[in-house]
């Protein structure tokens, strides 16, 4: 199989995002047999052959526009030359903006034969798109541009033939938009969270969120809670990670508060998930919550709201820790709960929903198994290795 992605939004600094496609790296390293390119913006504009048959495929991108530290794909002219000279028997769109328009602009044109889907990594439209146009703010031009945004998000991916999310909850809000043909594959944890995972003990009062410092993740909420936990004797709070919100935490001066930064290695990222006991996940608008779920997986208990994959996850296993999405007291008062639970029984019950969940290896596995089948007709069963195309050269 010759598999090809294509998403803007991949880049070396970013965590959710980047951990699926390093997952997805590693599963097509173990798997020669399949050929992988991975098409995203980026400045070098190379093409790194990092092994025999994965391809990193760096296309030019504009700074600015859609974030202060993310680049936008223009240069979508190198991506069709990439599917005409490779014929790639499945193509995954992972970001709603110019992509979608470029895969089906593949379809269209007959220079792309195979099995056409969109991995569904974020809710734009509830997430983005109407806190903006229904806010405190709001007036007609802004609900004008969401309505404008949701009719040319809707045009493109219910042409899209396939689509593949990582909770129910996102199958469903895509599906109460009209988009069909969806399929749950959910994602995986890093084998290092389930290897060092530990039972925690009475009055490990460490807090720590993990996450992008935006609106979207919740941050006001953490920035309220902090100072009135750290009223607390014997509670530590760490964040890990930045965003537009960093300078209030790289300011914030406390014995028992650090701030971390953004951690790009995932065995400290581990090591700081393992000394911590409570895991503040605030946002309402997880599509699955990666970082929840390695949380349990690593034994640490978890605050998360009604809402989103993260409500999802925690609702399936009864959690006494969900909050009501948005309200700072209800999320106070949850985390005040969580720090006198008996923490040895919750701990236990994280590791046991955990295990409901596999490795990224078999995760990954699953979505390239369905993605075969949808494919066999213009594939043999039996996969016959073969050389992939040299675009270093």
């Not at 069909?180 to 009062?205: A, C, L, T, W, Y």
């Not at 930045?242 to 990222?269: A, Q, S």
Request: proline share 5%.
């Amino acid at each position: 199989m010759i598999f090809v992605d294509v998403n803007t939004f991949y880049f070396a600094s970013d965590g959710g995002v980047k951990t699926f496609y390093d997952a997805k790296i590693e599963w097509f390293k173990k798997h020669p047999e399949h050929q992988y390119y991975l098409v995203f913006p980026n400045r070098r504009l190379t093409v790194e052959k990092i092994a025999p048959n994965i391809h990193l495929v760096q296309a030019f991108g504009l700074k600015g526009i859609i974030g202060r530290n993310r680049l936008l794909m223009i240069d979508y002219g190198k991506a069709v030359k990439l599917v005409r000279k490779i014929k790639p028997d499945v193509m995954e769109v992972g970001d709603p903006l110019l992509t979608p328009f470029f895969a089906l602009y593949t379809l269209r044109t007959r220079a792309f034969k195979g099995v056409l889907s969109s991995f569904h990594h974020s809710d734009p439209i509830n997430t983005y798109v109407r806190p903006w146009a229904y806010g405190e703010n709001s007036n007609i031009f802004k609900r004008m541009v969401a309505l404008l945004s949701l009719n040319v998000y809707l045009f493109s991916h219910k042409r899209i033939p396939y689509s593949m999310v990582a909770s129910h909850t996102l199958k469903k809000n895509l599906e109460e938009l009209g988009i069909k043909n969806i399929v749950v594959r959910p994602f995986g944890v890093q084998d290092i969270f389930f290897k060092n995972s530990r039972v925690r003990s009475q009055g490990e009062k460490r807090l720590l969120f993990a996450g992008r410092l935006e609106h979207e993740k919740a941050i006001l909420l953490i920035k309220w809670v902090i100072p009135r936990l750290l009223e607390i004797e014997e509670v530590h709070i760490t964040v890990m990670g930045k965003g537009t919100h960093e300078n209030f935490f790289k300011t914030l001066k406390h014995p028992r508060f650090e701030y971390l930064g953004y951690i790009e290695d995932r065995k400290r990222v581990e090591e700081v998930f393992r000394r911590d006991s409570i895991f503040l996940a605030p946002g309402p608008f997880e599509t699955f919550g990666i970082g929840v779920l390695e949380a349990m997986a690593n034994g640490m208990i978890v605050v998360g709201p009604n809402q989103g994959g993260t409500g999802e996850l925690l609702a399936s296993m009864n959690s006494p820790f969900i909050f009501r999405a948005h309200d700072s007291e209800s999320f106070y008062q949850t985390i005040l709960k969580a720090l006198d639970c008996d923490f040895a029984k919750e701990s236990k019950r994280s590791l046991k929903k955990s295990k409901d969940f596999s490795t990224w290896d078999i995760a990954i596995g699953e979505m390239m198994n369905y993605y075969m089948e949808k494919a066999a007709p213009e594939l043999d069963k039996q996969v016959n290795e073969q050389e992939s195309p040299d675009l270093v050269a």
